[in-house]
């Protein structure tokens, strides 16, 4: 068990993201900790909230969801993947991303089943197993090149597992597997009869290589509970817009999980995503574009620094080894940064079961304006070694 998440979560202790946040208000200092962006996304997406708001419609939605987004998912799905879900039946909206992944993971696992999950893993997957009453196994995505070894998958998966949980493109890493990567996951999946929980929130956030959602590979549709993110893809990460694609009975178990968690949410905001997932592709590519820029100014700004940089294939991450540095405990690292040179990051150990692969490595999100990212950088370089 990793003795910062004994510390830090357990029970429902503080996050690090709320930890750093804190330290960042209280110095003043740039916070690269959480990934939110600092811009918001597009107008017509907030018109079209507005506009929600101001016709009256605020009061609870569906518990799957406005049919407009439900539609509009099944369109976006179609559209970018060729994937096919009912409406009414194989899609349901839920509270972000979060909600999705909690209710996924409480409706489809329990006491005396295993999860199987790559490291460093998104910290709300460690939280949601627990609670669940699941146990949870790893598999590390080893830092230069995040790569696994087949075998340590192989080895993960016993009788006991039921869900293997993945992440592409992935948080904290930026890593985007590839597709003989999940193939061989795919492979895996149903040689062992397993249910397979995708989070997919950074799907338009790919700089390089492909996204590929697991569901499209054979035999995976029926076996994969897909989740996005309206916050993620659209800069609106306050709203807490998500959803679930899955065959029926899938959705029908994520969604009695759901309807004890939240019931519903967001409902004015439910609408707007819907106007957002039928933007034209140019919206999408130039999201990606620009996020592409901020990417490779924060990467080519922390070498500049002295740091030796991991360049992530996507999100909204970028992750830096400080023994570039001269030194080794990213934790200590990150809550002296902000009092040493007025920026905030996350200890990428707190991702970690395995705290020797993730001890030096530090988590910097770049979605932020350029001027940021850019005096970030400049503190950066003037931190005293
Ligand atoms: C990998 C991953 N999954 C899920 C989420 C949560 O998404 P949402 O804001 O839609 O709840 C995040 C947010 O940082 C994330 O990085």
């Known amino acids: 068990m990793n003795p910062y998440l004994v510390e830090r979560l357990q029970p429902f202790g503080t996050t690090i993201f709320a930890e750093m946040s804190a330290l960042a208000l209280e110095t003043g200092a740039i916070n690269l900790g959480q990934g939110f962006p600092d811009t918001d996304g597009p107008d017509v997406v907030k018109e079209a909230a507005v506009d929600a708001i101001r016709s009256g419609r605020n009061q609870y939605p569906p518990g799957i969801g406005v049919p407009e987004l439900r539609r509009a998912i ?91 949980l993945l992440n592409s493109p992935h948080n904290p890493t930026g890593k985007v597997f590839t597709r003989a990567e999940l193939a061989l996951i795919a492979v895996i999946a149903q040689e062992h009869d397993l249910l397979v929980v995708t989070d997919e929130v950074y799907e338009h956030l790919v700089y390089e290589g492909e996204h590929i959602p697991i569901a499209t590979f054979p035999g995976m549709r029926d076996r994969t509970v897909t989740i996005g993110s309206g916050g993620k893809t659209f800069s609106f990460t306050g709203w807490k817009v998500g959803w679930v694609c899955a065959p029926p009975a899938l959705v029908a178990a994520v969604k009695t999980a759901k309807q004890f968690l939240t019931y519903v949410s967001s409902g004015p905001f439910q609408y707007a995503i819907a106007v957002g997932l039928q933007l034209p592709d140019a919206y999408f590519t130039e999201f990606r574009r620009e996020m592409r820029d901020k990417r490779d100014r924060l990467c080519a700004g922390l070498a500049d620094a002295g740091l030796e940089v991991l360049r992530p294939q996507g999100t909204y991450f970028a992750t830096v080894d400080i023994r570039s540095f001269g030194e080794t405990d990213g934790l200590a690292f990150c809550r002296s940064l902000p009092h040493r040179c007025g920026v905030v990051a996350v200890p990428s150990v707190v991702f970690y079961d395995d705290v020797e692969a993730g001890a030096s490595l530090v988590r910097f999100a770049c979605c932020k304006r350029t001027e940021v990212l850019d005096e970030a950088c400049t503190r950066l370089k003037g931190l005293a070694r």
């Open 74 to 164: 099944r369109a976006h799905q179609q559209r970018f993947y060729g994937l096919e879900y009912d409406a009414d039946e194989e899609i349901l909206v839920t509270a972000g991303a979060t909600e999705a992944i909690a209710a996924a993971l409480l409706a489809l696992c329990g006491p005396g089943d295993e999860v199987v999950t790559f490291e460093p893993y998104y910290d709300s997957y460690a939280a949601c197993i627990a609670m669940a009453g699941a146990t949870r196994r790893v598999v590390t995505l080893r830092a230069p090149g995040y790569t696994f070894d087949p075998d340590d998958l192989r080895r993960a998966v016993t009788p006991r597992t039921k869900v293997l």
